[in-house]
Structures are given as C-alpha cells and as structure tokens.
C-alpha cells in the first residue's frame, strides 16, 4: 500500500534536555507493537555520532543520524531533506510513523514551525505529538536554570518522567507540581509495568485508530481539571478568566468565548497577536466555534509565528461543550495585552480597551504595547 493510502505519516517529537533517558525511552517503545513501521532519526550534537549507535539493534535498519549539529538550529535544513526522503519511500515500503529524537540542548518550537512551513511536510505528515522526559534527580533545577528545559517543557503534549524511584518523594512531588504549572495541558506520566505506547503516542487531534476528532484530549482540558498545581491555587478550569501558569519566563493561559464568533475575527486577532509576540509564542492550540458553520468545530494549531493550515472538523464530538478555547504557551507575553485582544475581536467586554475597528484602523492603539 502507498503512503498517500495509507495517509498521513504519524511524526512524534520526543525531546528532554540532557541525561534525561530519551534514548532508554526510545529503546522500551521500539520493543513494543505499538512501533511497527517506524523509523528514528536520532540527532547528534558533535563531530561523532554517538546516539545512534545506542539505539538497540531490532530497530537499527530504521535509524537514521542526524550529526554536527542541533535540530532546532543548523540541521534543520537536513532534518527536512531527510523527512521528505523517509516520505518517498513511504511507497515501497510501509511506513505508519516517524520518531525524532532531539538534542538534550534542542528548543522543539523552530522544528515544530519547519514542520507547519514547509507544504510538502505539512502533506506527508500529521504532527502526533511532541513527548518530553523529564529527570525527576534533575528535572527541577534544570527548570529553574534552563530555558531549553522550560520550552521543553511546555511545548509538550506528553511529559514522561523518569527517574522517580531515585529521587525523594518530597523532591519528586515538587516536580510534579512545577511541569504541571508550566504546562497543565499536557498529562503526565510515568513509566510503568504497562507498555508506553498507548500512553504516550496518538495524542494528535484525530485519533488515528477511530479517524474521529478527540477535542477534550487535544486541548488537554481533561488533565487541566485534575491539576494538582490548579487546585492548590484554587483555579476553577470551568472560570473563563484562566490566570497564566507561569514558571520564569514561560507561561500558558486560555482564552475562552461561549458565544460563536467570525472566522475573520479570529483570523485578525492571531494576525496581530502574531504580528506584536510571533517570536515569543511557543505554542498554541485552538478549537473556534464559528458563526458561519457552527456544526462545525475549526481546528488551529500554531508554533512561533507560523500557523498550520486551518483544520474544519466535519462535526462537533459527542460531550463536547461548543465554545471556543484558546491555549496559548509563550515567553514574556503580556496576559493583559493578550486578553484585551481577544476580546475586542471577539466581542468580549475589556474595560478601557480599544474594541476591533479601533485596533484595526490603528494597530499603535494596543494597550500597554510599545512600539520602538
């Protein structure tokens, strides 16, 4: 069967920053069912690979290195080239996913925006999810240290940590609750008896098993609720004024409208937003309920300033709540700006801001922006 029959090529992103077990990791899914017609591209930072070779040897012939170089900088170039070849073969022979393994000092965000970039990518593959490790002996100063650790961190879709059996129940319990205030929406996990794959794998929007669109789980509502980081604050998920969750410099927030709002509202408010914090936006994920087809969720995902062609989900999902949300995970984004955004191009109510024709026949009218 060819790849276009098969449809997109599943790619999941498994990063961590240094001695972190994303090899370990790598090798206990690639013994597992679940990882039949995969291939690995293994990224090396240094003149001589090394990482490749650690990768056991059953999965050996479907490994490919990527060296002298970090993924999110000087190979990325290779990293497609090396993408679209694995595609193309795709034909011969089958091919269902593709795992990447970054550098430990890697930030996923510019990989995660090559892949929404560039248009032959964007057809042949269907981003899975990103998966980051996470050391629970170091995890918490590398947090607190590292802003590779923290992007990380909260560009994931998954977080697995590792290492909990060496480190302290107090100390394992602090990290728990930092990953979760840095990025609530991804679940978190620990390996186990039980096999990885069904745990950390499949986390895109559609399920590639029932071909059904899975909102809840892809905006990660069902793991926000259960935050343990949210209820020691005494957040209420249910409250559409989401306060940030912010560890340093990085920070996620959501933005909720029950009321349908255009299309080109929207479009014009990530215009703009992408226009003042493009650079400073890590990641985000939207659900929009649309006036013009209300039966039919739009689905956005967006890195940096690039935003992956719009998803039109041919129906709501059973149980799920028609509104519109909004994650957004960034450095250094102005909560207040943002909020005042979307609130004039959704027609929400913001005291003392400018509403949308002001920000459209003026964008200097932003409040609390600086242009210089």
């Known amino acids: 069967m060819s790849g276009a029959a098969r449809g997109p090529i599943a790619l999941t992103l498994l990063t961590g920053f240094l001695g972190a077990g994303k090899t370990t990791v790598l090798n206990r899914l690639l013994r597992e069912p679940g990882l039949t017609d995969t291939a690995v591209v293994v990224n090396e930072f240094g003149a001589v690979g090394i990482d490749h070779l650690l990768v056991e ?3 050996r012939e ?7 170089g970090c993924l999110c900088c000087t190979v990325r170039g290779e990293l497609v080239d090396t993408l679209l070849e694995l595609a193309e073969a795709a034909g011969s022979r089958p091919l269902a996913r593709v795992v990447v393994e970054t550098t430990g000092l890697a930030d996923p965000a510019p990989i995660l925006a090559a892949l929404m970039a560039h248009p032959a990518l964007r057809d042949a593959y269907a981003l899975d999810g990103v998966l980051t490790v996470v050391d629970a002996l170091a995890g918490a100063d590398n947090l607190d240290q590292r802003v590779e650790a923290r992007r990380q961190v909260a560009v994931a879709d998954r977080i697995l940590l590792t290492k909990t059996d060496l480190a302290s129940p107090q100390a394992a319990r602090a990290l728990r609750r930092a990953v979760a205030a840095l990025n609530p929406a991804a679940a978190l996990l620990e390996p186990g008896a039980a096999p990885l794959a069904p745990q950390i794998l499949d986390c895109g929007l559609v ?3 029932s071909r059904t669109a899975d909102i809840a789980r ?3 509502e069902d793991t926000a609720k259960g935050c343990d ?8 998920h249910h409250d559409h004024d989401h306060h940030p969750h912010a560890h340093g410099d990085v920070a996620s927030m959501a933005l909720v409208r029950d009321e349908p709002v255009e299309a080109g509202d929207i479009a014009a408010f990530l215009d703009l937003l992408g226009a003042l914090h493009g650079a400073r936006i890590l990641r985000m994920k939207a659900i929009v309920h649309c006036r013009e087809a209300p039966e039919r969720p739009l689905a956005l995902h967006g890195v940096r300033g690039y935003l992956h062609p719009p998803v039109r989900l041919p129906a709501w999902p059973a149980g799920s709540a028609r509104r519109t949300r909004l994650v957004l995970i960034g450095e250094g984004l102005d909560e207040r700006v943002v909020r005042d955004l979307f609130a004039a191009f ?4 913001a005291p003392d801001a400018p509403d949308r024709r002001a920000l459209s026949d003026n964008p200097l009218a932003v ?3 600086s242009f210089g």
């Open 346 to 349: 959704t027609g929400g109510i």
């Open 218 to 220: 892809w905006m990660g």
């Open 367 to 369: 409040p609390g922006y």
């Open 229 to 236: 980081a949210c209820a020691e604050a005494g957040h209420d």
């Open 57 to 59: 040897a059953q999965a």
């Open 62 to 68: 479907g490994v490919v290195e990527l060296s002298d």
């Open 207 to 209: 399920d590639r098993r």
